[in-house]
């Protein structure tokens, strides 16, 4: 979750969770002479069906631009179920705005 960008810890749904787990991804794809590339499963950040949303909408900051979360409800029950209402693996956000993996993946 982008704006998860300043939470010290790693859990899942934070930008450093994800940071961690596609930066050694990469790393094991550079280091086998077997892998000759990598495809990132999804680009930037995407709305879901509203099934997996689980009431965990965000609540927009009012007068902000691009539009940001000020809140997001990421009490989801399993982990098929998406805060916010939105798949967040990409390595851009929904507007378009670099998360810390996108220079990682980008090298």
Excluded: M
């Excluded at 859990?11 to 086998?32: G, S």
């Excluded at 409800?73 to 851009?92: I, T, Y």
């Amino acid at each position: 979750i982008y704006e998860w960008n300043n939470n010290q810890t790693a859990l899942p749904w934070t930008l450093k969770f994800q940071t961690q787990v596609i930066a050694e991804d990469v790393d094991v794809a550079l280091a086998n002479a077997n892998i000759s590339g990598i495809n990132l499963w999804h680009f930037f950040d995407f709305k879901v069906d509203d099934r997996w949303e689980n009431h965990t909408h965000c609540d927009y900051l009012p007068s902000v631009y691009p539009p940001t979360c000020g809140y997001i409800a990421a009490n989801v029950s399993r982990r098929a179920d998406r805060p916010g209402g939105a798949n967040h693996k990409g390595s851009l956000d929904f507007w378009r705005r670099k998360k810390p993996v996108f220079d990682i993946v980008a090298a």
